[in-house]
Antibody
Framework: EVQMVQSGGGLVQPGTSLRLSCVASGFTFNAYWMMWVRQAPGKGLEWVANINQGGSEKNYVDSVKGRFTVSRDNAKNSLYLQMNSLKVEDTAMYYC??????WGRGTTVTVFS | SFEVTQPPSVSVSPGQTARITCTGDALPNQYVYWYQQKPGQAPVVVIHKDTERRSGIPERFSGSTSGTTATLTISGVQAEDEADYFCLSADHNTLSWVFGGGTRLTVL
């Protein structure tokens, strides 16, 4: 079965850090660009970051540049999002996804003051 | 900054054809992807690379592009197609990706 299992969300205070993880199975993980997408409560989707197959190319939305880092470990079929200096406006459901195949079910990040 | 625009809502009766548009100046230079999201669920890939239907998606879903507009067409809409639909594309210059605001499809 093609799937991505997410973990790592939580309830944190502003200025702290979280690391989201996503483990893929059922497809050739290292053949795909991967992305992180977030959705604030009641809002639309927002693209956050992506990473190429080998991990050498990474891109970010302006609002997270310098705070978030995307990475991957192809040996573990895993994708990560390190989120530092979290802000209240980072509160959202975070999805890991491929562009063309599958999305994870999401993990909730709540930043409260 | 790069933007893509979708109509907030589209309504059709069962069996009719629904067309959801996605407009952006950079669309001719980058692929468009379409995702379906039902309430309380994660998005699902419907169309990738402008016109390619994801495996398992019914044939009534199709994608097309013309100039600065991409269109998701659902022929013979069924009640189960009621959902939010989002397009995604990229700014070729900045390598930043942007979702459209989403279109709520209502099946009357």
């Amino acid at each position: 079965e093609v799937q991505m299992v997410q973990s790592g969300g939580g309830l944190v205070q502003p200025g702290t850090s979280l690391r989201l993880s996503c483990v893929a199975s059922g497809f050739t993980f290292n053949a795909y660009w991967m992305m992180w997408v977030r959705q604030a409560p009641g809002k639309g989707l927002e693209w956050v970051a992506n990473i190429n197959q080998g991990g050498s190319e990474k891109n970010y939305v302006d609002s997270v540049k310098g705070r978030f880092t995307v990475s991957r470990d192809n040996a573990k079929n895993s994708l990560y999002l390190q989120m530092n200096s979290l802000k209240v406006e980072d509160t959202a459901m975070y999805y890991c996804a491929t562009y063309s195949l599958i999305w994870g079910r999401g993990t909730t990040v709540t930043v409260f003051s | 900054s790069f933007e893509v625009t979708q109509p907030p809502s589209v309504s059709v009766s069962p069996g009719q054809t629904a067309r959801i548009t996605c407009t952006g100046d950079a669309l001719p230079n980058q692929y468009v992807y379409w995702y379906q999201q039902k309430p309380g669920q994660a998005p699902v890939v419907v169309i990738h690379k402008d016109t390619e239907r994801r495996s398992g998606i019914p044939e009534r879903f199709s994608g097309s592009t013309s100039g600065t507009t991409a269109t998701l067409t659902i022929s013979g809409v069924q009640a189960e197609d009621e959902a939010d639909y989002f397009c995604l594309s990229a700014d070729h210059n900045t390598l930043s990706w942007v979702f459209g605001g989403g279109t709520r499809l209502t099946v009357l």
